[in-house]
């Protein structure tokens, strides 16, 4: 197992004693720390924050849990490819109040690392981290082996919030500890070491441009995909499959629906002609 797969998996082994020693850390350099269970819980959370610091929300609760979806995608999303974005500070509402996705959370130093582009872009008043809660990581020293793999123009640490004398900093952080579904993939023996990714990207669709994709905390990729279509037939089990289900376990009727599809494709979707034969024509031929 490689370096950073090690460290991975000693995380999610002992995932609890680094949460509590992460939020000792940063509870105790000042910062606040939530844990929610969800990206709606997360924006009710952020909307109250904003209204008591009388910050209009421009979209809402619903705005910010958008925000919130590409901030910290679930991870099963994430490996799916589905659309989001590079960590960076998005402001609520110009000032006032920050929303960031964190890369890594460091334990013994009580430490938020933002990795990615424009991280210092905003600075606000009040700054509100997202999080998975499997982002720990133990010492910062790890830092050395996990930063390089997901790169950024730029990169910064938050150990909490200005203290006296500091010229730069929010005056308040939030870390918000999201659960979203972790927790169940942490139980899951098949599952639980997609916990262990990094986001690097290496292994999104169209980020390997034709060489190799080789995991660098050792994710088994190639059954990641059978992995996750395990939830696919709930997504898929409508009529539009019971009926392709029952047309295909019935060789005439597959034959004939088939006939019917080559007579009215092309003119109804406008697709190149098929090829003058179809595969059973041509078997038959072929054994005569
Ligand atoms: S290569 Fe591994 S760590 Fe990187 S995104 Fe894919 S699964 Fe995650």
């Given at each position: 197992m490689t370096k950073p797969a090690e460290i991975r998996a000693h995380v999610l082994a002992n995932l609890d004693h680094y949460l509590a020693e992460l939020e000792k850390q940063l509870t105790g350099q000042g910062g606040t720390v939530v844990y929610l269970r969800s990206a709606d819980e997360a924006a009710?959370?952020?909307?109250?924050?904003?209204?008591?610091?009388?910050?209009?929300v421009t979209g809402g609760a619903e705005g910010i849990r958008r925000q919130i979806e590409?901030?910290?995608?679930?991870?099963?999303?994430?490996l799916k490819g589905e659309p989001c974005v590079a960590v960076e500070s998005v402001a609520i509402e110009g000032s006032g109040i920050g929303l960031a996705g964190a890369a890594f959370l460091i334990a013994d130093a009580g430490a938020i690392c933002l990795a990615g582009e424009r991280t210092g872009a905003a600075r606000p008043r009040v700054q509100v981290v997202l999080a998975g809660?499997?982002?720990v990581l133990p010492r910062m020293r790890d830092m050395a082996v996990f930063l390089p793999l997901?790169?950024?123009?730029?990169?910064?640490?938050?150990?909490?919030?200005?203290r006296a004398g500091e010229l730069d900093g929010p005056e308040e952080l939030y870390l918000?500890?999201?659960?979203?579904?972790?927790?169940?993939?942490?139980?899951n023996q098949e599952k639980r070491d997609l916990l262990r990714c990094v986001r690097c990207g290496d292994c999104l669709p169209g980020q390997a441009g034709g060489r190799a994709v080789t995991c660098p905390v050792a994710i088994d990729i190639e059954s990641l995909p059978l992995l996750l279509r395990e939830e696919a037939p709930a997504e898929v089990s409508g009529w539009?499959?019971?009926?392709?289900?029952?047309?295909?376990g019935r060789p005439r009727l597959y034959e004939?629906?088939?006939?019917?599809?080559r007579a009215f494709w092309r003119e109804q979707w406008g697709l190149p002609a098929p090829a003058a034969k179809t595969f059973r024509q041509l078997w038959r031929e072929g054994k005569k």
């Open positions: 009710d959370y952020i909307e109250l924050l904003a209204r008591e610091r009388e910050v209009r590409q901030l910290e995608p679930r991870l099963e999303d994430y809660i499997e982002k997901v790169g950024g123009s730029d990169v910064r640490f938050l150990t909490g919030p200005r918000i500890l999201l659960d979203g579904g972790r927790s169940e993939l942490l139980a539009k499959f019971r009926l392709w289900g029952f047309v295909m004939f629906a088939g006939q019917m599809l």
